[in-house]
């Protein structure tokens, strides 16, 4: 039997290989989420998250450093405040603490991208991404301070902010607020596809964010619901929405692969902690490769449709890429 078509013939070596790969991972598709935390000198490692730390604010520019000259672009700011309230002050505060991580990175260096995880979670005393009353979260009411923490973000200098809470409306409030106050060039990414999930146990870990009663299931997504994730998408379009963000990212990849269909906006997959620790955990236990397993995850987000990948593992990808370069 003669085989007119051989797909093997453009899999022979790693020269043609490369030439008809279809996606591919490039360090200006990384956005490297840091955490801050007030204090000095102070940098310490998050026990379920190796490489990762929380950075005062004189490490958190020594930390930069090493960003910029690897080349990443941007990175995504979550904030440890030194008090928390009920009503998350510290988020909005013009002096809080990612409102002060932006000037100092703004200033040390100006070319790099920030921008701000925009959320009351890590804020309020109950551990709540809004306001809550007798046991409820408090969707309206919770709109006018998460519109009051892009704004003092943007003031500070934040080149794009990213509401994470998931407050119904909350993207129009913000994006009027900033039209309003003179910064209307202001993107917003919003994580408008966020599902209640296991995957972000050592994220709450690291900024001390778990609620203290309940859960989150009332204002994020059901895991099993796809068509509602679209509705989600589409409101935030309409709203202002300028990127839109899907998270996790490893289970959720038909999120991200109808959203760019539907839709055509840049998507943002964030891979979020828990899937970081897994591939951490398991790569110390020699279980894996994990440059492999990493580059792998990546790729199929890329492949999935991401346009921008939001990772804790952007040093050590970074770094891959330029060995493979050559540099």
Same mark, same amino acid.
């Given at each position: 039997?003669?085989?007119?078509?051989?797909?093997?013939?453009?899999?022979?070596?790693?020269?043609?290989?490369?030439?008809?790969?279809?996606?591919?991972?490039?360090?200006?598709?990384?956005? $490297?989420?840091?955490?801050?935390? &007030?204090?000095?000198?102070?940098?310490?490692?998050?026990?379920?998250?190796?490489?990762?730390?929380?950075?005062?604010?004189?490490?958190?520019?020594?930390?930069?450093?090493?960003?910029?000259?690897? *080349?990443?672009?941007?990175?995504?700011?979550?904030?440890?405040?030194?008090?928390?309230?009920?009503?998350?002050?510290?988020?909005?505060?013009?002096? *809080?603490?990612?409102?002060?991580?932006? %000037?100092?990175?703004?200033?040390?260096?100006?070319?790099?991208?920030?921008?701000?995880?925009?959320?009351?979670?890590?804020? =309020?005393?109950?551990?709540?991404?809004?306001? !809550?009353?007798?046991?409820? !979260?408090?969707?309206? &009411? @919770?709109?006018? +301070?998460?519109?009051?923490?892009?704004? @003092?973000?943007?003031?500070?200098?934040?080149?794009?902010?990213?509401? @994470?809470?998931?407050?119904?409306? %909350? !993207?129009?409030?913000?994006?009027?607020? +900033?039209?309003?106050?003179?910064?209307?060039?202001?993107?917003?990414?919003? $994580?408008?596809?966020?599902?209640?999930? *296991?995957?972000?146990? &050592?994220? %709450?870990?690291?900024?001390?964010?778990?609620?203290?009663?309940?859960?989150?299931? =009332?204002?994020?997504?059901?895991?099993?619901?796809?068509?509602?994730?679209? +509705?989600?998408?589409?409101?935030?379009?309409?709203?202002?929405?300028?990127?839109?963000?899907? #998270? &996790?990212?490893?289970?959720?990849?038909?999120?991200?692969?109808?959203?760019?269909?539907?839709? #055509?906006?840049?998507?943002?997959? $964030?891979?979020? @902690?828990?899937?970081?620790?897994?591939?951490?955990?398991?790569?110390?236990?020699?279980?894996?490769?994990?440059? %492999?397993?990493?580059?792998?995850?990546?790729?199929?987000?890329?492949?999935?449709?991401?346009?921008?990948?939001?990772? $804790?593992?952007?040093?050590?990808?970074?770094?891959?890429?330029?060995?493979?370069?050559?540099?």
């Amino acid at each position: 039997m003669e085989l007119k078509r051989r797909p093997r013939r453009l899999r022979a070596n790693e020269t043609i290989r490369s030439m008809v790969r279809e996606n591919h991972v490039r360090v200006e598709d990384l956005i $490297y989420p840091m955490f801050v935390m &007030p204090g000095e000198k102070n940098k310490i490692e998050v026990p379920s998250m190796p490489g990762v730390y929380n950075l005062s604010l004189d490490e958190f520019v020594l930390a930069l450093q090493e960003v910029v000259e690897l *080349g990443i672009p941007s990175i995504l700011l979550f904030g440890i405040p030194e008090s928390k309230d009920s009503v998350g002050s510290g988020a909005y505060h013009e002096h *809080g603490i990612v409102q002060e991580a932006v %000037r100092l990175a703004k200033k040390h260096f100006p070319e790099l991208y920030v921008i701000t995880d925009v959320c009351l979670c890590e804020y =309020t005393d109950h551990g709540h991404c809004g306001l !809550i009353s007798s046991g409820e !979260i408090l969707n309206d &009411p @919770s709109l006018e +301070l998460l519109a009051r923490t892009a704004l @003092s973000h943007a003031r500070a200098g934040a080149d794009m902010v990213a509401p @994470s809470d998931m407050m119904d409306g %909350r !993207i129009a409030a913000i994006r009027e607020r +900033l039209d309003k106050e003179g910064y209307p060039h202001i993107p917003i990414m919003a $994580y408008a596809a966020k599902y209640a999930s *296991g995957f972000y146990g &050592p994220f %709450r870990e690291a900024a001390g964010s778990a609620p203290q009663f309940g859960d989150r299931r =009332t204002y994020q997504m059901d895991p099993p619901n796809g068509n509602e994730a679209m +509705l989600e998408v589409r409101l935030d379009i309409e709203e202002g929405a300028d990127i839109i963000l899907a #998270k &996790p990212a490893l289970a959720y990849g038909d999120i991200i692969y109808r959203t760019k269909e539907a839709f #055509k906006l840049p998507v943002a997959a $964030y891979n979020v @902690s828990g899937e970081y620790a897994m591939v951490k955990a398991a790569a110390a236990n020699g279980w894996i490769d994990e440059k %492999r397993i990493v580059m792998e995850s990546l790729v199929g987000m890329k492949r999935a449709g991401a346009d921008l990948l939001i990772t $804790y593992h952007a040093l050590n990808v970074a770094r891959w890429l330029r060995e493979e370069a050559g540099l």
